[in-house]
């Protein structure tokens, strides 16, 4: 763990700065701990503590990384508290006078500090380490000074407080919408958890459930004081306030009335409650009389505020080959570089601090360069184009865009007059450079991933602009814009979808890609395009009426030589050399003039012709064409065809993109990990890396911050569904939230301050994360596939993992055949290194070791009979092996429990990985009579349309072989009663799912409200320095057009709630209840499919 020791001399700089008061309190102040005589909180990613008054404030902690979540220990004297440490989040205790924090849990998952035992002598906290399928945590208790962890229950929660005599657990059992990432003020869709206290320590079929009176709002934040429940709630004045729920009396009172900042966080210590809100604290007493001001004032500054050098070839946006491949133009953080492919310098063409350049192209004669830049603030903000010169020394030129958006920069035009230029709203525009007059080219019908593709080509006297456009059809089109006319072309057929054009270096020909089957495929929004290949040819279409054909049968016969030619010819080929300089289209029939290349289809994009006429294409692997292992990108593949050979050949793998110089002979590629290589345009690249060692800028964190605060309103205000934002009072919410900036001391602390306001829309998805924040080079902690409990002073193996056999990527370490290892074995050493079940712990013996052989020592008892070694590798996560281990639990358990007739299936959401499970678990058991569709925790992703059509398949007809079963048709079908499970934890396309599902009448529903957002994600740029935020826009409505589902789900047709009480005796209350409808109907159905054929003709004809 890294530490700062400072010097007392510098303790008492530091102490002094620290009381110095500032103009303002500070702000961004957060998660507030209560004790008799201080107060921990979380500032700029540590802990500090005050004394009760918010005085004398100091720093507690020292980490890189972030500390969150600080609770006194019930005597003052330790704070418990997470901590991200070499990329791992654990549980730590340090003293409140200071010293060294100590760590007390190693899993690799998150373990979240929730509060302390009543006695003081254990730390509370969640952890998702042996979660089956929940988006919540189960609760955990770790002694203070290190030993094994204790689970309390089998019921799963989010946080927790332990009563003063330790006997009752007031716990949230499900999280909110608002978290993480994702921030949504008063949400009322199925996320909106209850308060729940219930006594763990009392066997399961003894144990007390009580409830605080909850209405469809969110309670969280639970803190006990006496006989009352002190908890947030946003139930009343369109605020999060404090309320008091008595367990005794069962009186329910209002606290706070906050009308503007939500309570965020509160901690309670006798009748002294303690609040964050607004970014300040206050507090209050539960006796009565008014709330109190605590100003903080902290007068040092964070390291990440300070200014810095920062690489900026992470944050790589666009590299343009030089017309001379002699630079590189890149575009990366904002910036614009010239890099050299060999000799010279980088060059920060730009050097501009806290504003954003983006899409930098050259001029066709290399001598100058454009770019968007950013005019004006705040709300105001927008984009201009800039030229200026290749050498960055000259003043730039600055043209206003007449049209507002959120704009990209295509391509200049081979004799540099004109700019091609895209914006959010579809459209496509040409610039003339010299009068700075924007023309509308075109505009897509539809938003899609290349609704106005990914390239453009200019005619090579740049008369024509060659581009494709997204139609009503969802097929793209090529078409060609004529800028001497202003006429639009079409090229392609529309009943193909094709895409990336290329004029040939002559502009005799225009290449593309088409596609005859992308209808489906390119139906991105519905769950059918998946496992639905794109498959493309390339074709060119010939422009001139007496043009030829590119790939024209080669007659063979000899060429005349030019002495043969007589004086007339000459003058003749002369003249057509001339007239070659303008390039000639014929419209009429050039449809007809389309040929194919002789090249097998594949998903081919990104096209570009060399100056030797050869025609460089991308292969991209596409989902349901790859078998990579998952998570991996898809790879893509550079070919050339070569028109004299008639043959394409790869020449580079793994390029994301590729472009070419001016005269066609130089190749820039654009691999993995944002790498460069030039290399020639020909059948052997050689390609060299290009150095990226130098693209270094110099960054003042706190202006990059308000550009991206900035800029943040922008894509919210061009990117939204709505333009009207819903009537969101935008210039209000960025005045309100502006002022908090200034107390932002790193990166991570600027996302949260940016999930809090774009949480003011109240809608889902709308999210922002990453960036520039801390990356510590990590310590993987292994894992082993099992669960353990400490027995006889040893680790006793209570489970095993099975893995998934027909899945190479799960498999479980503890679960490979030949090891001999048990469920009730011991496992006593790792490594040599002794283990004992009441001190140390496992996961600490485990650290660096994923994906490496341990050696671990195991017997058949805590004595050690059959002491023996063997080998495994540990994995980095146990998720997905207690995913499946749950869902073949149900499977198993089901089918049980339904003698058979019932098929059990999950989705785990609705995009690629619920469509692959479906079709394994569906299909496997279409012969049964009766289906459950769990879908509960599903992650959503698309339409469900196939899971939809598939389950109302009607059966048709049978035919009969001579040997064997009846042959149906449809061959897969389950035609007797269905049922949905569902759940608070299943979203997006997993709140479509169960409303198509009951809207259709497939079944009931059962189980609890899902989440309930369906205004969904995003097409809008990344944040400058390389974060992310997803601003919704697209929203689904029903077929007789009414907004549903958002911001409130979809409620069950019969509720059931995961009852602790039966969970903790082992039980899936939703499950059984499921069972029991299905097999209730099961009664009087009658089945629909022939069992025997009818009697076969005994004569002839018949």
Not at 524 to 542: E, I, K, Q, T
Request: charged share 25%; hydrophobic share 40%.
């Amino acid at each position: 763990m890294s530490k700062f020791r400072p010097t007392l001399a510098l303790l008492a700089a530091l102490a002094g700065c620290a009381i110095a008061h500032a103009a303002e309190p500070t702000l961004m102040l957060h998660q507030p701990t209560l004790s008799r005589d201080a107060i921990a909180f979380v500032y700029g990613g540590n802990i500090w503590v005050t004394d009760r008054q918010g005085s004398q404030p100091r720093q507690l902690t020292h980490d890189a990384g972030s500390d969150v979540q600080p609770r006194f220990s019930p005597d003052g004297r330790f704070v418990a508290y997470s901590a991200t440490v070499d990329g791992n989040t654990d549980v730590y205790v340090i003293p409140t006078a200071g010293g060294a924090p100590r760590r007390l849990t190693w899993h690799p998952g998150v373990d979240m500090v929730c509060g302390w035992s009543a006695d003081g002598q254990r730390v509370l906290f969640a952890s998702a380490r042996e979660i089956g399928n929940s988006r919540a945590s189960q609760f955990y208790e770790v002694p203070r000074d290190g030993g094994p962890e204790k689970k309390l229950m089998q019921a799963v929660g989010v946080t927790a407080s332990w009563s003063a005599d330790g006997k009752r657990l007031a716990y949230m059992p499900t999280g909110p919408a608002w978290a993480g990432a994702s921030g949504w003020r008063q949400h009322r869709g199925g996320d909106t958890p209850p308060i729940w206290i219930i006594d763990p320590a009392t066997p399961a079929a003894q144990q007390q459930w009580d409830k605080v009176p909850h209405v469809n709002a969110s309670d969280t934040n639970p803190r006990w004081s006496g006989s009352q429940v002190v908890f947030i709630s946003d139930r009343a004045d369109g605020a999060a306030n404090l309320f008091a729920y008595d367990t005794a009396t069962h009186a329910l009172r209002q606290l706070t009335h906050e009308k503007v900042w939500d309570v965020r966080s509160a901690d309670v210590d006798g009748d002294t409650v303690v609040y964050e809100v607004g970014g300040r604290f206050k507090t209050l007493s539960l006796a009565g009389g008014p709330e109190q001001e605590l100003p903080v004032t902290i007068g040092v500054d964070g390291p990440q505020t300070r200014v810095q050098w920062k690489d900026a070839g992470k944050a790589l946006t666009r590299a343009v080959l030089s017309p001379t491949a002699k630079r590189v133009l890149v575009t990366a953080r904002g910036e614009v570089f010239s890099v050299p492919v060999k000799d010279g310098s980088v060059r920060d063409l730009t050097n501009t601090d806290g504003v954003r350049e983006s899409d930098a192209l050259w001029s066709p004669d290399g001598q100058q360069i454009a770019y968007l830049s950013e005019a004006g603030q705040g709300m105001a903000l927008h984009h201009v184009l800039m030229l200026r010169d290749q050498a960055g020394l000259d003043a730039p030129r600055t043209i206003a865009l007449q049209q507002p958006g959120y704009y990209s920069l295509l391509a200049w035009s081979p004799e540099g007059k004109t700019l091609v230029l895209a914006d959010n709203h579809l459209n496509l525009y040409a610039l003339d450079i010299a009068s700075g007059a924007l023309t509308h080219v075109d505009a897509a019908a539809r938003r899609l991933e290349d609704q106005l593709g990914e390239r453009v080509s200019f005619s090579p006297d740049g008369r024509y602009l060659a581009y494709s456009v997204i139609q009503a059809n969802y097929l793209s089109q090529v078409r060609v814009f004529d800028l001497a006319t202003k006429q639009v072309h079409d090229v392609s057929d529309p009943l193909v979808s094709a895409t990336a054009p290329a004029f040939s270096p002559k502009g005799d020909l225009l290449f593309f890609a088409a596609s005859t089957n992308a209808g489906v495929a390119d139906a991105s929004l519905d769950m059918s395009s998946n496992d639905r290949p794109r498959r493309a040819g390339l074709y060119a279409a010939v422009l001139a009426a007496d043009g030829r054909s590119p790939v024209a049968p080669k007659a063979g016969d000899e060429e005349r030589k030019p002495d043969d030619k007589k004086p007339d010819d000459k003058k003749a080929d002369d003249k057509k050399a001339d007239d070659k300089k303008a390039t000639r289209i014929d419209f009429d029939g050039l449809a007809e003039r389309v040929v194919a290349l002789p090249v097998a289809e594949r998903n081919y994009q990104a096209l570009a012709v060399a100056g030797d006429g050869a025609l460089f294409y991308l292969d991209r692997e596409q989902p349901g064409a790859s078998g990579g292992k998952p998570g991996t990108e898809p790879a893509s593949e550079l070919y050339r065809f070569d028109f004299e050979a008639r043959k394409a050949k790869s020449v580079a793998e793994d390029v994301a993109d590729f472009n070419l110089s001016a005269d066609g002979k130089k190749l820039l590629l654009l691999g993995a990990h944002d790498s460069l290589q030039v290399g020639d345009a020909g059948e052997k690249p050689d390609a060299k890396p290009v150095e990226l060692g130098g693209l270094r800028m110099r960054v003042d964190p706190r202006h990059e911050w308000r550009q991206i605060f900035d800029e943040t309103w922008w894509m919210e205000r061009e990117y939204f569904y709505d333009p009207k934002l819903h009537g969101l009072d935008a210039a209000g919410v960025y005045a309100r939230y502006l002022p908090l900036l200034a107390s932002v001391q790193r990166r991570e602390d600027l996302n949260e301050l940016l999930v809090n306001m774009i949480a003011e829309f109240q809608v889902g998805h709308d999210r922002v994360g990453g960036g520039d924040v801390y990356q510590p080079t990590p310590v993987p902690v292994g894992l082993l596939g099992a669960d353990f409990a400490p027995e006889q002073g040893r680790l006793r193996i209570t489970r095993i993992l099975a893995g998934d056999r027909f899945n190479p990527f799960l498999a479980a370490p503890l679960a490979q055949p030949g090891l001999g290892v048990k469920v009730g074995n011991f496992l006593l050493a790792v490594n040599g290194v002794e283990l004992r079940g009441d001190q140390g712990n496992l996961f600490e013996q485990l650290a660096n070791t994923v994906g490496r052989q341990v050696t671990l020592t195991v017997a058949d008892d805590a004595a050690g009979k059959n002491r023996r070694q063997v080998v495994v590798v540990p994995v980095a996560s146990e998720a997905a092996l207690r995913h499946w281990d749950w869902l073949e639990h149900n499977r198993r358990y089901v089918d049980a429990h339904s003698g058979g007739r019932i098929a059990y299936v999950y989705m785990p959401d609705t995009a690629e990985d619920g469509f692959n499970a479906f079709n394994r678990m569906f299909f496997a058991q279409a012969q049964k009579d009766a289906l459950l569709l769990d879908e509960r925790r599903n992650g959503g992703g698309q339409v469900a349309n196939y899971v939809i059509e598939t389950l109302h398949r009607n059966y048709l007809m049978s035919a009969k072989d001579r040997d064997g079963l009846l042959l149906d048709t449809p061959t897969a079908g389950i035609y007797g009663p269905k049922a949905m499970l569902i759940d608070q934890d299943a979203g997006s396309g997993g709140d479509i799912m169960p409303y198509l599902f009951r809207k259709t009448g497939l079944g009931p529903l059962i189980g609890t409200r899902t989440w309930g957002g369906v205004i969904g994600i995003a097409v809008n740029p990344s944040l400058i320095d390389g974060g992310a935020l997803t601003v919704p826009y697209v929203r689904l409505f029903s077929a007789d057009r009414h907004w549903v589902v958002e911001n409130e789900g979809v409620a069950p047709d019969v509720e059931v709630e995961l009852d602790p009480r039966a969970v903790n005796a082992g039980q899936d209350p939703q499950l059984d209840a499921a069972i029991a409808n299905i097999t209730a109907r099961l009664k009087d159905w009658q089945p629909v499919r022939a069992a025997t054929p009818p009697a076969i003709p005994t004569e002839l004809g018949k």
